[in-house]
């Protein structure tokens, strides 16, 4: 039996990683809700991040959490122009031959950075990644409390670019009605590609945020997406307050699982809760039916 003090440890740190995992799922909530489609290239996009950081922090010394800043917009800038000229005109406009090509763009950067950096583990070693901060009798870690913070940061600062800029009234009408978009003279491709845009550039923060605590190698990403699908699913496609609040319960869920059941059996408490949301309620918590 544990106490309840390390119990509630657990729950923090968990609540904590959760967090991350909510900011990788934005991205992927936000392309669904305005392309409704499922990006395949999300893992790959998001170790491509992660090597970025790596490098920054091994090559440059640059702290993780400072190498975001410049970050954020590389990635925004590879994620238009991927959509922009190469998703968007290989697929011809079929939904179908979006998942494909994003599939394939997901097998060529993986294979990529296999070549670049072979199949090696990497991580880097700062100063603060072993950190914890006393609250009361808890310890809870330093960098996942970082990573907490920034993810409810991001959130907001997505929520406001939606609701409250030009641009993100743009981005709503083209994810309500693609052609009254295009009607009233939006560029729905250009919209396009500053959705795909912002998701990689979530990805961009989520890797800084990762870097100090976790490893990585050219496959890593996919764990983090299988993760976020579930996210996703269970928050409600193409919802950003159910990308939040699901990831910080699916990061419950997975701490208090690695307690009772053991590390290697964590995620099981995840993919059940997966199961059971398709079963019982498939729109997920703040999902509209279709």
Request: aromatic letters at 10%.
């Amino acid at each position: 039996m544990y106490s309840p003090q390390i119990i509630l440890e657990a729950a923090l740190n968990g609540l904590m990683t959760g967090a991350v995992y909510a900011l990788i799922a934005l991205g992927l909530t936000l392309i669904y809700g305005v392309l409704h489609i499922i990006n395949f290239a999300h893992g790959a996009l998001l170790t491509c991040a992660m090597f970025a950081v790596w490098i920054a922090w091994a090559w440059l010394g640059m702290d993780p959490y400072l190498a975001i800043l410049p970050l954020v917009p590389l990635m925004f800038a590879l994620g238009y122009g991927l959509q922009r000229f190469v998703v968007g005109p290989a697929s011809h406009g079929d939904d179908g031959n979006i998942l494909l090509v994003t599939l394939g763009l997901s097998i060529v950067l993986e294979n990529v950075l296999l070549a670049l950096f072979q199949s090696d583990t990497r991580t880097l070693d700062t100063d603060y990644s072993f950190q914890v901060v006393a609250l009361g009798p808890l310890l809870l870690s330093y960098p996942r409390l970082i990573g907490l913070g920034g993810a409810v940061v991001v959130t907001g600062l997505l929520w406001l670019v939606l609701n409250r800029t030009d641009t993100g009234k743009a981005i709503r009408a083209v994810a309500k009605e693609k052609l009254g978009a295009n009607l009233v003279g939006i560029d729905v491709p250009h919209i396009y590609a500053v959705t795909f845009g912002l998701g990689c550039a979530c990805l961009a923060v989520a890797a800084g945020l990762l870097m100090p605590t976790f490893y990585v190698n050219p496959r890593i990403g996919g764990a983090f997406v299988l993760v976020a699908f579930t996210v996703v699913v269970l928050g409600g496609m193409g919802s950003i307050p159910g990308a939040l609040l699901g990831g910080l319960f699916i990061g419950v869920v997975e701490s208090l699982c690695g307690l009772f059941l053991g590390d290697s059996l964590g995620q099981i408490g995840i993919f059940l809760i997966f199961i059971a949301v398709l079963l019982v309620r498939p729109t997920g918590l703040f999902g509209a039916k279709a």
